[in-house]
């Protein structure tokens, strides 16, 4: 059906000028400009090197890969380089877009895709327009209106969140900018405002529980906001409250270092993108720190701690949710210290399902089984959480000493017959997070499911680990024989981590991020033990042994991102 809405879609005359041109959102990157200008294609985490080849002549290696082609964001990247070669390499891709897959046919022609495309093509009208004769000039604004009036018709059938949001987006983009389709704008306007009423929560949060997404759809209501403001058109309420809703919630959502928490198929963002979103929507509500979004976030001096305490999304929208029902990320100052090993979906099928178990967070996992299960599919990228947790509590207090946070999930209980608590603490100074995990029966599964459990295994009780991720650029080390492991972080802080009920190791881990062509190495702290009866216990801490002298405030700038 998309393929025959395109079809049609060019039946239309085209539009002949832009009556508006809006000024680019989002700032390209020079260096993956000039490797685009060197035939160096790097998407998705995917490097491809085709010296001698068009963007649309190479072999994709992944659909990830294929969407951020067809995304044309690689548009900002050449625009970053700005001289003659890179403009006529933009303007040749185009021109070939349009004769291989401008009538129709390919996989480019989604709703979401489409969308952002026409924002990435309005943004950057000038940058491609400049120079061309009239011919290729009426080419460029056929193919513009060909995509709005697709859109007009089918930015319904995108998928509801994300998707919908781009393609709408990318409709009003289209209504503001070209002479003769100013009629799509009146209905993509009240499109996305019943959107925002209806996909973005109370709390500011959405279904998909994304961090990542949530400033995505958020970033997206910004540029929509302004560019109305710009051209003197009214701003639905609806779109404006849903901005100071979110707002709170995305701030609520960062580590020290201002990064997002990875959960849910989602990243750390990317540099710079959620505070400049946040500039350009000029809110300055606060930082949202209880029930965000089904996260709790815990911060004390330069310590900051966000648990995963809600149940994951539900079936429909959790094709990238993860098993991490009550795992954590922490960060001192503005070094990210326990994180999650993140989304796996820009490295490979193999490195997606590995990212969304349990053992890929940081929290409690039974006999090397998640807390949720996935359906099986050859697809990752489809793939739902078909059971988990469907009761989980939390509660938290503070006082003089610090804050403290109670919280429970029942997804062990129909497999193993027991709930998993976790307690934790940070103190009024920033310097200790101690936490206890505990598994007690549910009540749910007989007893003799555990004495099977017990036959299998080569020891009494049923095993379970707990799992701490470190951040690559922490340099970890065991300590008083075995009993302790230091973590020397690039401030010069030193954190010492110790345990009771269990046998510690340092082990190898991953840390997955799109900015990486490949997963980084790093490593983790394991605390393993066996539960009997359905009880087990362990209580941990990490306890901040010294400061970094000179170093403390940590202002120097060292990320190579940027």
């Not at 610090?402 to 027991?418: F, K, Q």
């Given at each position: 059906?998309?393929?025959r809405?395109?079809?049609?879609?060019?039946?239309?005359?085209?539009?002949?000028?832009?009556?508006?041109?809006?000024?680019?959102?989002?700032?390209?990157?020079?260096?993956?400009?000039q490797?685009?200008v060197?035939?160096?294609?790097?998407?998705?985490?995917?490097?491809?090197?085709?010296?001698?080849?068009?963007?649309?002549?190479?072999t994709?290696p992944?659909?990830?890969?294929?969407?951020?082609?067809?995304?044309?964001a690689?548009l900002?990247?050449?625009v970053?380089?700005?001289?003659?070669?890179?403009?006529?390499?933009a303007?040749?891709?185009i021109?070939?877009?349009?004769?291989?897959?401008?009538?129709?046919?390919g996989?480019?022609w989604?709703?979401?895709?489409t969308?952002?495309?026409?924002?990435?093509?309005c943004?950057?009208?000038?940058?491609?327009?400049h120079?061309?004769?009239?011919k290729?000039?009426?080419?460029?604004?056929?193919?513009?209106?060909?995509?709005?009036?697709?859109?007009?018709k089918?930015?319904?059938?995108?998928?509801?969140?994300?998707?919908?949001?781009?393609?709408?987006?990318?409709l009003i983009?289209?209504?503001?900018?070209?002479k003769?389709?100013?009629?799509?704008?009146?209905?993509?306007?009240?499109?996305?405002?019943?959107?925002?009423?209806k996909?973005?929560?109370?709390?500011?949060?959405?279904?998909?529980?994304?961090?990542?997404?949530?400033?995505?759809?958020f970033t997206?209501?910004t540029?929509?906001?302004?560019?109305?403001?710009?051209?003197?058109h009214?701003?639905?309420?609806?779109i404006?409250d849903?901005?100071?809703?979110?707002?709170?919630?995305?701030?609520?959502?960062?580590?020290?270092?201002g990064?997002?928490?990875?959960?849910?198929?989602?990243?750390?963002g990317?540099?710079?993108?959620?505070?400049?979103?946040?500039?350009?929507a000029?809110?300055?509500?606060?930082t949202?720190?209880?029930?965000?979004?089904g996260?709790?976030?815990m911060a004390?001096?330069?310590?900051?701690?966000?648990?995963?305490?809600?149940a994951?999304?539900?079936?429909?929208?959790s094709?990238?949710?993860?098993a991490?029902?009550?795992?954590?990320?922490?960060?001192?100052?503005?070094?990210?210290?326990?994180?999650?090993?993140?989304?796996?979906?820009r490295?490979?099928?193999d490195?997606t399902?590995?990212?969304r178990?349990?053992?890929?967070?940081?929290?409690l996992?039974?006999?090397?089984?998640?807390?949720?299960?996935?359906?099986?599919?050859?697809?990752?990228?489809s793939?739902?959480?078909i059971?988990?947790?469907?009761?989980?509590?939390?509660?938290?207090a503070s006082?003089?000493?610090?804050?403290?946070?109670?919280?429970?999930?029942?997804?062990?209980?129909?497999?193993?017959?027991?709930i998993?608590e976790?307690?934790?603490?940070?103190?009024?100074?920033?310097?200790?997070v101690?936490?206890?995990d505990?598994?007690?029966?549910?009540?749910?599964?007989?007893?003799?499911?555990?004495?099977?459990t017990?036959?299998?295994?080569?020891?009494l009780?049923?095993?379970?680990?707990?799992?701490?991720?470190m951040?690559p650029d922490?340099?970890?080390?065991?300590?008083?024989?075995?009993?302790?492991?230091?973590?020397?972080?690039?401030?010069g802080?030193?954190w010492?981590f110790?345990?009771?009920?269990g046998?510690?190791?340092?082990?190898d881990?991953?840390?997955?991020?799109?900015?990486?062509?490949?997963?980084?190495a790093?490593?983790?702290?394991?605390?393993s033990?066996?539960?009997?009866?359905?009880?087990?216990?362990?209580?941990w801490?990490?306890?901040?042994?010294?400061?970094?002298?000179?170093?403390?405030?940590?202002?120097?700038?060292?990320?190579?991102?940027?």
């Amino acid at each position: 059906m998309n393929w025959r809405h395109a079809r049609f879609a060019g039946f239309r005359p085209a539009p002949k000028a832009f009556s508006y041109c809006p000024e680019p959102r989002t700032i390209g990157s020079f260096a993956k400009g000039q490797q685009l200008v060197s035939r160096n294609f790097l998407f998705a985490g995917e490097l491809v090197e085709g010296p001698s080849l068009s963007i649309w002549a190479i072999t994709t290696p992944s659909s990830a890969f294929l969407r951020e082609q067809h995304g044309f964001a690689w548009l900002d990247d050449l625009v970053a380089v700005g001289d003659n070669a890179a403009r006529n390499i933009a303007q040749q891709w185009i021109f070939e877009w349009i004769n291989i897959f401008g009538a129709g046919k390919g996989p480019g022609w989604g709703p979401g895709l489409t969308g952002r495309r026409l924002i990435q093509l309005c943004s950057n009208a000038e940058f491609i327009l400049h120079g061309l004769d009239a011919k290729n000039t009426r080419k460029i604004f056929r193919t513009l209106g060909r995509q709005t009036d697709f859109l007009s018709k089918r930015w319904r059938v995108a998928r509801p969140g994300l998707h919908r949001f781009e393609a709408l987006s990318g409709l009003i983009y289209a209504g503001l900018s070209l002479k003769g389709r100013e009629n799509v704008l009146a209905s993509a306007v009240r499109g996305i405002a019943a959107e925002c009423q209806k996909h973005i929560g109370k709390d500011g949060g959405i279904p998909t529980r994304s961090p990542e997404e949530l400033m995505a759809v958020f970033t997206l209501l910004t540029w929509v906001r302004n560019a109305l403001i710009e051209n003197k058109h009214k701003v639905d309420d609806r779109i404006t409250d849903a901005l100071h809703r979110m707002a709170p919630t995305l701030r609520g959502l960062r580590l020290g270092d201002g990064t997002l928490v990875r959960f849910h198929g989602g990243g750390r963002g990317m540099q710079g993108q959620l505070d400049q979103s946040l500039a350009d929507a000029q809110i300055k509500d606060g930082t949202a720190d209880q029930k965000i979004m089904g996260f709790e976030r815990m911060a004390t001096g330069r310590l900051v701690v966000i648990t995963d305490c809600a149940a994951p999304p539900a079936t429909g929208v959790s094709q990238k949710a993860h098993a991490s029902t009550l795992a954590f990320e922490m960060s001192s100052g503005r070094r990210p210290m326990i994180v999650n090993c993140g989304a796996g979906h820009r490295f490979g099928s193999d490195w997606t399902r590995a990212g969304r178990k349990t053992a890929a967070h940081n929290t409690l996992q039974i006999e090397n089984t998640s807390s949720a299960k996935f359906s099986a599919n050859d697809d990752p990228s489809s793939e739902e959480i078909i059971d988990g947790p469907d009761k989980v509590t939390c509660n938290r207090a503070s006082d003089l000493s610090g804050v403290w946070l109670v919280a429970t999930h029942n997804g062990y209980a129909r497999s193993h017959g027991m709930i998993h608590e976790r307690r934790l603490f940070i103190s009024a100074d920033g310097r200790e997070v101690a936490g206890e995990d505990k598994l007690s029966p549910s009540g749910e599964i007989p007893a003799p499911l555990f004495g099977r459990t017990v036959i299998d295994t080569p020891a009494l009780g049923a095993s379970y680990v707990i799992h701490f991720h470190m951040h690559p650029d922490i340099v970890p080390s065991l300590d008083l024989d075995g009993q302790a492991v230091s973590l020397t972080l690039k401030s010069g802080e030193v954190w010492v981590f110790r345990q009771n009920g269990g046998l510690l190791a340092l082990q190898d881990s991953a840390f997955l991020d799109r900015s990486h062509i490949k997963p980084r190495a790093t490593k983790q702290i394991v605390v393993s033990a066996r539960a009997v009866d359905y009880n087990g216990q362990i209580t941990w801490n990490f306890l901040r042994a010294a400061d970094g002298g000179r170093n403390t405030r940590d202002l120097v700038i060292d990320d190579p991102a940027l």
